[in-house]
Protein backbone atom coordinates (compact mmCIF):
# COMPACT_ATOMS: atom_id res chain seq x y z
CA UNK A 1 0.00 0.00 0.00
CA UNK A 2 3.08 2.44 0.57
CA UNK A 3 3.52 2.71 -3.42
CA UNK A 4 -0.34 4.29 -3.04
CA UNK A 5 0.72 7.27 -1.09
CA UNK A 6 2.52 8.67 -4.15
CA UNK A 7 -0.89 8.94 -5.63
CA UNK A 8 -2.79 12.41 -5.34
CA UNK A 9 -6.41 10.72 -4.52
CA UNK A 10 -4.94 8.02 -2.02
CA UNK A 11 -3.03 11.41 0.26
CA UNK A 12 -6.51 13.53 0.08
CA UNK A 13 -8.03 9.84 1.40
CA UNK A 14 -5.98 9.30 3.96
CA UNK A 15 -5.57 13.19 4.96
CA UNK A 16 -10.00 12.93 4.96
CA UNK A 17 -10.25 9.73 6.75
CA UNK A 18 -7.82 11.26 9.81
CA UNK A 19 -9.59 14.70 10.05
CA UNK A 20 -12.91 12.57 10.08
CA UNK A 21 -11.58 10.42 12.62
CA UNK A 22 -10.78 13.39 14.86
CA UNK A 23 -13.63 15.25 14.70
CA UNK A 24 -15.94 11.61 15.57
CA UNK A 25 -13.54 11.11 18.35
CA UNK A 26 -14.18 14.58 19.87
CA UNK A 27 -17.99 15.02 19.21
CA UNK A 28 -19.08 11.42 19.55
CA UNK A 29 -17.56 11.79 22.56
CA UNK A 30 -19.68 14.79 23.29
CA UNK A 31 -22.75 12.89 21.79
CA UNK A 32 -22.31 9.10 23.89
CA UNK A 33 -21.87 11.46 27.35
CA UNK A 34 -24.78 13.24 26.89
CA UNK A 35 -26.73 10.36 25.59
CA UNK A 36 -27.61 12.08 22.17
CA UNK A 37 -26.93 9.18 19.52
CA UNK A 38 -31.04 9.34 18.49
CA UNK A 39 -30.37 13.20 18.04
CA UNK A 40 -27.12 12.99 15.87
CA UNK A 41 -28.25 9.95 13.80
CA UNK A 42 -31.07 12.69 13.04
CA UNK A 43 -28.86 15.44 12.15
CA UNK A 44 -26.69 13.09 10.12
CA UNK A 45 -29.91 11.43 8.08
CA UNK A 46 -31.47 15.42 7.50
CA UNK A 47 -28.07 16.31 6.26
CA UNK A 48 -29.39 14.41 2.77
CA UNK A 49 -31.71 17.57 2.27
CA UNK A 50 -28.22 19.82 1.73
CA UNK A 51 -27.06 17.39 -1.19
CA UNK A 52 -30.28 17.33 -2.69
CA UNK A 53 -29.70 21.24 -2.82
CA UNK A 54 -26.49 21.48 -3.98
CA UNK A 55 -27.50 18.76 -6.71
CA UNK A 56 -30.47 20.72 -7.68
CA UNK A 57 -28.76 24.25 -7.93
CA UNK A 58 -25.56 22.58 -8.92
CA UNK A 59 -23.50 23.93 -6.04
CA UNK A 60 -20.77 22.76 -4.14
CA UNK A 61 -21.79 19.92 -1.94
CA UNK A 62 -19.87 20.29 1.10
CA UNK A 63 -20.78 24.17 1.86
CA UNK A 64 -24.54 23.19 1.04
CA UNK A 65 -24.82 20.34 3.32
CA UNK A 66 -23.04 22.22 6.30
CA UNK A 67 -25.57 25.40 5.82
CA UNK A 68 -28.63 22.63 6.04
CA UNK A 69 -27.52 20.41 8.48
CA UNK A 70 -26.54 23.39 10.59
CA UNK A 71 -30.00 24.77 10.23
CA UNK A 72 -31.75 21.32 11.03
CA UNK A 73 -29.04 21.11 14.25
CA UNK A 74 -30.99 24.75 15.25
CA UNK A 75 -34.36 23.90 14.13
CA UNK A 76 -34.44 20.32 16.10
CA UNK A 77 -32.74 22.19 18.92
CA UNK A 78 -35.31 24.87 19.47
CA UNK A 79 -37.96 22.02 19.07
CA UNK A 80 -36.96 19.78 21.43
CA UNK A 81 -35.46 22.24 24.02
CA UNK A 82 -38.52 22.32 25.99
CA UNK A 83 -40.17 18.83 24.45
CA UNK A 84 -37.86 16.88 26.06
CA UNK A 85 -40.25 14.17 26.32
CA UNK A 86 -41.38 14.39 22.63
CA UNK A 87 -37.82 14.56 21.99
CA UNK A 88 -37.40 11.13 19.81
CA UNK A 89 -40.87 12.24 17.82
CA UNK A 90 -39.55 15.43 17.06
CA UNK A 91 -36.13 14.07 16.04
CA UNK A 92 -38.00 11.45 13.82
CA UNK A 93 -40.20 13.70 12.19
CA UNK A 94 -37.25 16.39 11.22
CA UNK A 95 -35.23 12.92 10.44
CA UNK A 96 -37.91 12.07 7.28
CA UNK A 97 -38.28 15.41 6.28
CA UNK A 98 -34.76 15.93 5.40
CA UNK A 99 -34.36 13.10 3.35
CA UNK A 100 -37.54 12.90 1.66
CA UNK A 101 -36.54 17.10 0.67
CA UNK A 102 -33.43 15.87 -0.44
CA UNK A 103 -34.79 12.95 -2.46
CA UNK A 104 -37.28 15.24 -4.32
CA UNK A 105 -34.65 17.55 -4.99
CA UNK A 106 -32.42 14.83 -6.47
CA UNK A 107 -35.46 13.86 -9.07
CA UNK A 108 -36.21 17.04 -9.93
CA UNK A 109 -32.19 17.69 -10.25
CA UNK A 110 -31.44 17.57 -14.13
CA UNK A 111 -29.53 14.54 -15.60
CA UNK A 112 -27.89 11.95 -13.12
CA UNK A 113 -25.30 12.71 -11.15
CA UNK A 114 -23.03 9.64 -10.83
CA UNK A 115 -21.60 10.54 -7.28
CA UNK A 116 -24.72 10.50 -5.07
CA UNK A 117 -24.20 7.06 -3.82
CA UNK A 118 -21.04 8.50 -2.32
CA UNK A 119 -22.95 10.37 -0.36
CA UNK A 120 -24.83 7.71 1.23
CA UNK A 121 -22.17 4.85 1.35
CA UNK A 122 -19.26 7.11 1.46
CA UNK A 123 -16.62 7.57 -1.38
CA UNK A 124 -13.10 8.02 0.29
CA UNK A 125 -10.94 7.74 -2.71
CA UNK A 126 -13.00 9.98 -4.67
CA UNK A 127 -12.61 13.07 -1.90
CA UNK A 128 -11.14 15.96 -3.37
CA UNK A 129 -8.46 18.81 -2.39
CA UNK A 130 -10.98 21.41 -2.20
CA UNK A 131 -12.80 18.69 0.48
CA UNK A 132 -9.62 17.94 2.14
CA UNK A 133 -9.01 21.83 2.62
CA UNK A 134 -12.53 22.34 3.77
CA UNK A 135 -12.09 19.84 6.40
CA UNK A 136 -8.91 20.86 7.89
CA UNK A 137 -10.74 24.40 8.50
CA UNK A 138 -13.85 22.40 9.97
CA UNK A 139 -12.10 19.93 12.51
CA UNK A 140 -9.74 23.45 13.90
CA UNK A 141 -13.18 24.89 14.23
CA UNK A 142 -14.14 21.83 16.09
CA UNK A 143 -11.09 22.01 18.15
CA UNK A 144 -11.39 25.68 19.11
CA UNK A 145 -14.63 25.76 20.26
CA UNK A 146 -14.75 22.59 22.28
CA UNK A 147 -11.31 23.40 24.17
CA UNK A 148 -12.94 27.13 24.96
CA UNK A 149 -16.36 25.46 26.32
CA UNK A 150 -14.63 22.66 27.77
CA UNK A 151 -15.78 23.02 31.12
CA UNK A 152 -19.40 24.29 30.61
CA UNK A 153 -19.97 21.33 28.13
CA UNK A 154 -18.58 19.08 30.69
CA UNK A 155 -20.89 20.49 33.09
CA UNK A 156 -23.89 20.18 30.84
CA UNK A 157 -22.67 16.67 29.92
CA UNK A 158 -23.35 15.44 33.60
CA UNK A 159 -26.12 17.54 34.51
CA UNK A 160 -27.40 20.26 33.04
CA UNK A 161 -29.92 21.37 36.05
CA UNK A 162 -26.89 22.11 38.37
CA UNK A 163 -25.03 23.56 35.47
CA UNK A 164 -27.70 26.17 35.30
CA UNK A 165 -27.44 26.89 38.85
CA UNK A 166 -23.94 27.09 38.59
CA UNK A 167 -24.89 29.87 36.11
CA UNK A 168 -23.56 27.46 32.65
CA UNK A 169 -25.29 29.20 29.96
CA UNK A 170 -27.10 25.72 29.18
CA UNK A 171 -29.44 26.95 25.65
CA UNK A 172 -26.69 28.56 23.52
CA UNK A 173 -24.61 25.94 24.63
CA UNK A 174 -27.12 23.11 23.50
CA UNK A 175 -27.38 24.73 20.37
CA UNK A 176 -23.60 24.63 19.89
CA UNK A 177 -23.49 21.23 21.00
CA UNK A 178 -25.75 20.68 17.98
CA UNK A 179 -23.86 22.77 15.71
CA UNK A 180 -20.59 21.29 16.49
CA UNK A 181 -22.26 17.44 15.27
CA UNK A 182 -23.39 18.78 12.14
CA UNK A 183 -20.24 19.74 11.85
CA UNK A 184 -18.88 16.48 12.13
CA UNK A 185 -21.90 14.35 10.58
CA UNK A 186 -20.56 17.06 7.65
CA UNK A 187 -17.15 16.18 7.09
CA UNK A 188 -18.08 12.20 7.67
CA UNK A 189 -20.03 11.67 5.21
CA UNK A 190 -17.40 11.46 2.31
CA UNK A 191 -15.41 8.92 4.38
CA UNK A 192 -18.16 6.43 5.66
CA UNK A 193 -21.41 8.07 4.33
CA UNK A 194 -25.26 9.05 5.84
CA UNK A 195 -26.13 5.49 6.32
CA UNK A 196 -23.01 4.71 7.78
CA UNK A 197 -21.81 7.47 9.78
CA UNK A 198 -23.18 6.91 13.63
CA UNK A 199 -21.09 3.89 13.78
CA UNK A 200 -17.94 5.79 13.55
CA UNK A 201 -19.84 8.22 16.01
CA UNK A 202 -20.32 6.10 18.95
CA UNK A 203 -18.30 2.70 18.83
CA UNK A 204 -14.66 4.25 19.54
CA UNK A 205 -16.22 6.41 22.17
CA UNK A 206 -18.16 3.51 23.88
CA UNK A 207 -15.23 1.10 24.27
CA UNK A 208 -13.34 4.27 25.96
CA UNK A 209 -15.91 5.66 28.32
CA UNK A 210 -15.60 3.14 30.76
CA UNK A 211 -11.89 3.15 31.08
CA UNK A 212 -10.92 7.08 30.52
CA UNK A 213 -11.13 9.29 34.13
CA UNK A 214 -12.19 12.28 32.04
CA UNK A 215 -13.82 13.91 29.20
CA UNK A 216 -10.87 14.88 27.20
CA UNK A 217 -9.02 11.96 28.13
CA UNK A 218 -12.02 9.99 26.23
CA UNK A 219 -11.65 12.90 23.16
CA UNK A 220 -7.84 11.96 22.48
CA UNK A 221 -8.80 8.12 23.19
CA UNK A 222 -11.98 8.23 20.81
CA UNK A 223 -9.70 10.20 18.67
CA UNK A 224 -6.90 7.51 18.38
CA UNK A 225 -9.20 4.44 17.91
CA UNK A 226 -10.94 6.48 15.26
CA UNK A 227 -7.64 7.20 13.30
CA UNK A 228 -6.64 3.27 14.04
CA UNK A 229 -10.32 2.11 12.86
CA UNK A 230 -9.99 4.16 9.12
CA UNK A 231 -6.48 3.11 8.29
CA UNK A 232 -6.80 -0.53 8.57
CA UNK A 233 -10.01 -0.20 6.83
CA UNK A 234 -8.35 1.48 4.67
CA UNK A 235 -5.79 -1.34 4.01
CA UNK A 236 -8.26 -3.98 4.26
CA UNK A 237 -10.29 -2.47 1.26
CA UNK A 238 -7.56 -1.76 -0.95
CA UNK A 239 -5.98 -5.58 -0.33
CA UNK A 240 -8.89 -7.31 -0.91
CA UNK A 241 -11.05 -4.62 -3.32
CA UNK A 242 -13.94 -3.74 -1.12
CA UNK A 243 -15.94 -0.59 -0.49
CA UNK A 244 -13.89 1.72 1.79
CA UNK A 245 -16.85 3.25 4.06
CA UNK A 246 -18.21 -0.33 4.56
CA UNK A 247 -14.84 -2.05 5.04
CA UNK A 248 -13.89 0.49 8.03
CA UNK A 249 -17.18 0.36 9.65
CA UNK A 250 -17.01 -3.18 9.91
CA UNK A 251 -13.49 -3.26 11.08
CA UNK A 252 -14.81 -0.81 14.09
CA UNK A 253 -17.64 -3.65 14.75
CA UNK A 254 -15.50 -6.44 14.56
CA UNK A 255 -12.63 -4.60 16.90
CA UNK A 256 -16.02 -3.59 19.21
CA UNK A 257 -17.29 -7.54 19.41
CA UNK A 258 -13.51 -8.96 19.93
CA UNK A 259 -13.07 -6.68 22.90
CA UNK A 260 -16.67 -6.79 24.25
CA UNK A 261 -16.08 -10.86 24.48
CA UNK A 262 -12.22 -10.33 25.59
CA UNK A 263 -13.77 -7.91 28.19
CA UNK A 264 -16.79 -9.89 29.26
CA UNK A 265 -14.22 -13.21 29.65
CA UNK A 266 -12.31 -11.07 32.02
CA UNK A 267 -14.68 -10.14 34.24
CA UNK A 268 -16.15 -13.20 34.56
CA UNK A 269 -13.05 -15.04 35.40
CA UNK A 270 -12.19 -12.24 37.88
CA UNK A 271 -15.66 -13.41 39.82
Not at 19 to 25: F, Q, R
Not at 45 to 71: K, Q, T
Not at 105 to 134: E, H, K, Q, T, W
Not at 178 to 189: D, E, G, N, R
Request: hydrophobic fraction near 60%; aromatic fraction near 12%; charge should be positive.
Amino acid sequence: MIELLHFSFMQNALAAGVLAAIACGIIGSLVVVNRSVFMAGGIAHAAYGGVGIALYFALPALPCIIAFSILIALVMGALTLKRRGRMDTVIGVLWAVGMAFGIILVDLAPGYNVDLMSFLFGSILAVPRSDVRLMVWLVIIIIVLVTCFYKDLLSMSYDKEFSEVRGVRVVPLHFLFLCLVAMAVVMTIRVVGLILIMALFTIAPFLVERYASSLWKMMVSSCALNVFFVLTGLWISYRFNLTSGATIIMTAALFFILFESVAAAVRKFHR
